[in-house]
C-alpha cells in the first residue's frame, strides 16, 4: 500500500496570504525607506484640475506620498469660474502629525486667456509659496531661496482697468462636429454655441443659445436605405440679483425645440428665490442650497399629442435642494427637484441624484452615484405614438413612469507610500 502524498498548498493561496500579510503588516516590519525619509516633507495633493507630473517635476524638494494619511500636509485644491470665464483656485494646506493645527489657504485667480500652462505654471508658484513655512524646519531649508518680482503700481492696474473697455462682459462662441462612417453606415455630427455674460458682485446675467443636429445613415442589402435625423436648439437668458451672503433672486427666459421631445418651440418663464445655508463665497468647499421658482411654459407640437394638443400653456413651479461637500475625506454632492403643473397636480416629476467619492480607511476608497426620477409629466407624447425604426435609433421619446441610474466602485492599494517619480516612457 502506499501512501497519500503530503498536501501542498496552491501557489495561489500562498501568494494571496502574502500579499494581505503585507498588507496590513505596522509600518515598523515595512522597508526602512519609509522610515529614513521621515525628515522630508511629506505632501499628499488632492486637486482634480492639476497635472501631477508638472508639479513634481517643479516643486522638487518635497516627498509627494499616495496615502493622505502618511502625509505631513495635505493640500486640497478647489477651483471655481469667475464671471470672467476664469478661475479662482483655492489652496488649503492641512497639516497633519507635527503640524497639526497648522493649516493656511491661499487663493489666486487665473484670465479666461489663460493657457494650461500657464494655470500650471501659477499653480506650481502658489504651491511652493505655501509650502515654505513648513519646510522651514526641515533640513530642505538650505537648498530654498526666495525670489521676488516688483509688482505693478496702483497708477498701473487702475490704467489697465480703464482700457479694458468691457465693463465685465465676456463672450464666448464653440463650433464643432464628428464624421464617420463604414461601409454601410454613416453619422454626422454638428453643434455650435454662443454665450454672452456679465458677472459681479451684485448681478449676474447671462444669455445663451446652442444647436445640435445629428444625422445617420444605414444602408442593407436589396433594401432602401434607412436615413434619420434629430435635431434640438435652445436660447436662454438669466438675470439673477444677489441679496447678500446668503440670499438672491432670480428670474429665466428659454426658448427651445427638440424633434426628439415632439415640440416645435416651447418657451419658458420662470421666477424664484434662492437660499444657501453656507455663504455663497464658500460654495467651492461647501453649499447647502433651496431655490423655488415659479412660472408658465408654452409648447406648440409637431405631432397632436396624448392629451390632443397641439399647443398648451403649462403654468408650473419647481423645489430645488441641492448640496455638495468637498472636504479632505473626500467629497459628496446631492440634488433634489420637484416640479408640477398647476393646473393638473397630478403630472408631476420628482428626481433623486447623488454621488459620493470617500476615502474609507488607508488605501481603501467608495465610489457611489445614482439617480431615479418618478415620472408623471411627459404631456408632449405624439398620440401616434413610434415606429420600430424611431425606438431603436432614438429618434423619438418613449412613454414611462421612471427612470434610473447606478454606479458602485471600491478600490485599494498598498505597498509603497512614495509617489515622486516621473517616468513618461511609453505612455499612451
Known amino acids: 500500500m502506499t501512501s497519500k502524498p503530503a498536501h501542498r498548498p496552491r501557489t495561489g493561496a500562498v501568494a494571496g496570504a502574502l ?9 515598523w516590519a515595512r522597508p526602512a525607506e519609509a522610515r529614513q525619509r521621515a525628515s522630508t516633507l511629506r505632501i499628499y495633493v488632492d ?13 522638487g524638494f518635497v516627498e509627494y ?19 470672467g470665464g476664469g478661475r479662482v483656485w483655492t489652496l488649503m494646506f492641512i497639516g497633519y502629525d507635527r503640524f497639526r493645527g497648522q493649516n493656511r489657504t491661499l487663493e489666486f485667480a487665473t484670465p479666461q486667456s489663460a493657457t494650461q500652462d500657464d494655470q500650471r505654471r501659477e499653480l506650481a508658484r502658489v504651491f511652493r509659496l505655501g509650502l515654505v513655512v513648513y519646510a ?51 453619422f454626422e455630427s454638428f453643434r455650435y454655441a454662443v454665450s454672452a455674460s456679465r458677472v459681479t458682485e451684485g448681478w449676474k446675467l447671462n444669455v445663451s443659445a446652442a444647436n445640435q443636429t445629428d444625422r ?15 435635431e434640438s436648439w435652445d436660447a436662454e437668458l438669466l438675470l439673477v440679483r444677489s441679496l447678500g451672503g ?8 428659454s426658448l427651445s425645440q427638440s424633434s426628439f421631445a415632439n415640440t416645435d418651440r416651447s418657451s419658458s418663464a420662470r421666477a424664484g428665490i434662492e437660499v444657501d445655508l453656507f455663504p455663497y463665497r464658500e460654495s467651492s ?17 409637431r405631432e397632436v399629442t396624448v392629451y390632443d394638443k397641439l399647443e398648451e400653456l403649462v403654468p408650473v413651479h419647481e423645489l430645488d435642494l441641492s448640496a455638495g461637500f468637498r472636504q479632505p475625506w473626500g467629497a459628496l454632492t446631492a440634488r433634489g427637484t420637484f416640479s408640477q403643473q398647476l393646473e393638473h397636480p397630478d403630472r408631476h416629476r420628482a428626481t433623486l441624484w447623488g454621488a459620493t467619492d470617500v476615502q474609507v480607511a488607508s488605501g481603501f476608497s467608495v465610489t457611489i452615484y445614482g439617480e431615479y426620477s418618478r415620472i408623471r409629466d411627459q404631456i408632449s407624447l405624439p398620440k401616434a405614438g413610434a415606429t420600430r425604426d424611431e425606438v431603436l435609433l432614438r429618434l423619438q421619446e418613449l412613454a414611462t413612469n421612471y427612470s434610473y441610474l447606478v454606479g458602485v466602485g471600491v478600490s485599494y492599494s498598498f505597498g509603497s507610500i512614495f509617489n515622486s517619480v516621473v517616468n513618461p516612457r511609453f505612455a499612451r
Not at 500579499?19 to 509600518?27: E, N, Q, Y
Not at 486637486?47 to 516643486?59: E, M, S, T
Not at 431655490?291 to 408654452?298: E, N, S
Open 65 to 83: 506620498v499616495r496615502d493622505r494619511n502618511a502625509a505631513d500636509v495635505h493640500l486640497l485644491v478647489l477651483t471655481e469660474t469667475t464671471g
Open 246 to 253: 446668503h440670499w438672491a433672486v432670480g428670474s429665466k427666459l
Open 19 to 27: 500579499l494581505l500579510a503585507l498588507a496590513l503588516a505596522p509600518a
Open 47 to 59: 486637486c482634480a484640475a492639476c497635472d501631477f507630473d508638472y508639479l513634481r517635476q517643479h516643486v
Open 216 to 230: 445617420r445613415r444605414f444602408e442593407f442589402e436589396g433594401e432602401a436605405p434607412l436615413d434619420s435625423e434629430r
Open 136 to 186: 522651514a524646519g526641515m533640513p530642505v531649508l538650505d537648498q530654498l531661496d526666495v525670489t521676488w518680482r516688483e509688482a505693478a503700481t496702483p497708477a498701473d492696474a487702475e490704467l489697465r482697468r480703464s482700457d479694458d473697455g468691457w465693463d465685465h462682459w465676456v463672450f464666448r462662441i464653440d463650433a464643432g462636429g464628428d464624421l464617420s462612417g463604414e461601409r454601410r453606415s454613416r
Open 285 to 301: 468647499r461647501r453649499s447647502l442650497t433651496a431655490q423655488y421658482t415659479v412660472g408658465a411654459d408654452r409648447h406648440e407640437y
